[in-house]
């Protein structure tokens, strides 16, 4: 848990220079790529992303994309339901 909150508060360190509606502006990057599966990887292993806002409002942008969406982990072939 401890490396994970600092990876996000570090990751939400960078976006607070370069966010618009997504990590890097107003455009989805890579950055954003790797945003998504981190918070993903927090709420699994009991880190509440809640203490960025930031980086929880991105996700929703992110995640209101249809190729976002069909990539999240619960909707792949071998994902655990």
Request: aromatic share 8%.
């Given at each position: 848990?401890?490396?994970?909150?600092?990876?996000?508060?570090?990751?939400?360190?960078?976006?607070?220079?370069?966010?618009?509606?997504?990590?890097?502006?107003?455009?989805?990057?890579?950055?954003?790529?790797?945003?998504?599966?981190?918070?993903?990887?927090?709420?699994?292993?009991?880190?509440?992303p809640?203490?960025?806002?930031?980086?929880?409002?991105?996700?929703?942008?992110?995640?209101?994309?249809?190729?976002?969406?069909?990539a999240?982990?619960?909707?792949q072939p071998?994902?655990?339901?």
């Amino acid at each position: 848990g401890d490396f994970v909150r600092a990876g996000l508060t570090a990751f939400d360190a960078q976006a607070a220079a370069s966010a618009g509606r997504f990590c890097v502006g107003d455009a989805p990057s890579i950055a954003d790529c790797c945003l998504v599966p981190q918070l993903y990887s927090a709420r699994r292993f009991g880190v509440d992303p809640e203490a960025w806002p930031r980086l929880i409002a991105i996700e929703a942008a992110c995640l209101a994309l249809p190729a976002f969406a069909a990539a999240h982990p619960d909707r792949q072939p071998d994902a655990v339901r």
